[in-house]
Each structure stands twice: as C-alpha cells, then as structure tokens.
C-alpha cells in the first residue's frame, strides 16, 4: 500500500516560494494498492495527481471528509471526472437537510464552476456515510463523524499491510482538559485513530494560535501530539498546515516540538509530494 500525500496546506493554498519545501496546495492524499486507488478529499493537491495519473484503473474512488472549499475545490478538474471509461464513486458525510448530491451540486453549477453534475461523462456514483464501515477492493474502511463546523467524518483505512488513519480537519480536544481524559473512548475520532500507523492528523495551529481560533474546527500541533499518544498511535504526520506558516517557522516549530515531545510520540510535519509505503 503506498500513501502518497498530494496537499496538505490547510483553509486556502499558498504555492510560493516561502512554502515550497512542505507544500502549499490543500488536502488530497492518493491512497493505491493492488490496482486499486483511493483519493482522500480533492483540495488543489489533487492537480499533482492529476499530473501523475496513468489511468489503468476503471474506477477510483473519491472519500471525502466534508465539504468546506479547501477540501473540494480541486474536484472539477479531476480530469478521470471527463472520462465515460471510468467509474467514479464519491463518497462523503450525510447531512442533515440536503443529500450529498445536493450540496455538491452547489459547486457542480454557477456561478462557483461552469459544468453541471449532468455533463460529467464518467460514470458517477455518489454513496452518503456516516459511522459507517464498507469494503473497497482490498480495502476495509471505517468512517466516522469527528468535531469540526459542518457534516465532517474521518477514516480509517485497513489494508492487510498496514493501518492509515486520515482526519485533517478536527478539533477534538474543544471544552476537554486532557490531562483529566481518563478512558480514551470519549475523544473523539480515537476509534478511528487507535494504534494507526500512520495517522495523518490536523494540527494546523501553535498552541498560542489556537487560544484565539477556538471553535474554528482544527487543532493545536501539541493537541495533536496528546491525541497520537493518547491512542498509540505509531507514526504521526502532522497536516493542514495554517497558510500563514512559512517553511522557516514550520522547521522551527517542529524543532521546538521535538525537543518537548519528541521521545513520547514518533511525528513528523507532512510533506507535500512525500510517499509512505506500508
């Protein structure tokens, strides 16, 4: 199973060339095995698969975490979307009001985006989810809902070579002191989360900048940390790095981060264009 991480800026992509070593588009993650592929959320990340793409495959599979605009505002120009050979499944976080269809046919339509869901040539497929649990390929995936504003889930994706958690937007510890977290199970996304390797997790803000951001939905680097040793997790990769965080400052924050926590949890900040193969 290889991991390929495509985008993971968070909130607006910030291409330049004070961001070129971690990455400046938004969330996408291809995930392939066995001739099968996954996407993981279609922010602008997912141009860079778009350029790697040797479509063998007849279908691919779209999971999206939820629908804020960084994580499908690469969508439309997938181009396997314009292909009547292949079939694309869709799959994201139930509503409550509208269904999935309905609320990406906001984007599908103008004057966000010139084509309509109805010129798309592909074969499409939309499956809405919730705590959830399915099969694709070789893959056994468990979605559920985790705190952000807005239907947003996670998933956990188990193949028989490894465990990889995905959660970019999450604000798990909002009202919780973790110190006094006793049983795990009440965190949210720790079932999701439990003993990955690797967990790809939200960490998009210093602890001094989330005090201001609270209840935006995204978490603090060192909250991050707790999170990851809290469900033992293996391998932390943290994600959704703020917009205004240049290279020099994520370089610093993670030395400063190693230094403090460094022999509790193995972690790494994501690096846009990196591979892990399990």
Known sequence: MNITLWGVRGSIPTTSPE??????????????????????????????????????????????????????????????????????HIWGPAGNSQSLRARLGRYFSPPLFPVYFRNLSCKLILHEIEKSNFTIGPFTIQSDYVIDPGPTVGFRIQHPRGVFTYIPDHEFALGCNLSKVKDVRWLSGSELASRANPLLHDAQYTSEEYQAKQGWGHSSMEDAIQFARLTEV????????????????LRFIQNQLKEKHGATVAFEMAVEGSTIKL
């Open 19 to 88: 961001t070129k070593e971690y990455g400046g588009n938004t969330s996408c993650v291809e995930v392939d095995a066995d001739g099968w592929l996954l996407v993981l959320d279609a922010g602008s990340g997912i141009q860079g698969l778009n350029r790697s793409l040797n479509v063998k495959n007849s279908r691919i599979d779209i999971l999206l975490t939820h629908l804020h605009i960084d994580h499908i505002q690469g969508l439309g120009f997938f181009g396997p979307l314009f292909n009547p050979a292949i079939e694309i």
């Open 234 to 249: 293996k391998q932390l990769l943290l994600t959704h790095h703020d917009p205004m965080h240049s290279d020099e400052q």
